[in-house]
């Protein structure tokens, strides 16, 4: 009997490839919403920039590998493209490796 793990692992792999390849143009980071002057929108970007990193790191410390996580899930796919998104506003490479290695760990030699 064929392991259905593969043909799951490819929609959820092309799922997250076609989400990259449609997203809209990256938004500005903090560093720049900085320094292009505008301190009453820098704080509020600060603010909700600091509510969405520590959902990442709490989760991130709660399930200490991408493994952790477990196997695929809708709920799961929504909070690793909330991660994505973080990582684009912070450039943080913690985040976008965790991601890789979740997608890595669904994908086998068959």
Same mark, same amino acid.
């Given at each position: 009997? &064929?392991? !259905?793990?593969?043909? *799951?692992?490819?929609? +959820? *792999?092309?799922?997250?490839?076609?989400?990259?390849?449609?997203?809209?143009?990256?938004? &500005?980071?903090? !560093?720049?919403?900085?320094?292009?002057?505008? @301190?009453?929108?820098?704080?509020? +970007?600060?603010?909700?920039?600091?509510?969405?990193? @520590?959902? +990442? $790191?709490?989760?991130?410390? !709660?399930?200490?590998?991408?493994? /952790?996580?477990?196997?695929?899930? =809708? @709920?799961?796919?929504? %909070?690793? %493209?909330?991660? =994505? *998104? +973080?990582?684009?506003?912070?450039?943080d490479e913690r =985040? *976008?490796? =965790?991601?890789?290695?979740?997608? /890595?760990?669904?994908? /086998?030699? $068959?």
């Amino acid at each position: 009997m &064929r392991s !259905r793990k593969l043909p *799951l692992c490819a929609f +959820v *792999l092309a799922t997250f490839l076609f989400q990259l390849g449609t997203l809209p143009a990256p938004a &500005r980071t903090l !560093r720049q919403e900085k320094s292009s002057g505008g @301190a009453n929108n820098s704080t509020k +970007v600060a603010q909700q920039l600091g509510w969405a990193r @520590a959902m +990442v $790191e709490s989760t991130m410390k !709660r399930f200490r590998t991408a493994q /952790d996580l477990g196997s695929w899930g =809708y @709920a799961k796919s929504l %909070y690793l %493209y909330g991660q =994505y *998104l +973080v990582w684009r506003r912070t450039g943080d490479e913690r =985040y *976008l490796r =965790y991601i890789i290695e979740w997608i /890595d760990s669904h994908i /086998d030699d $068959e």
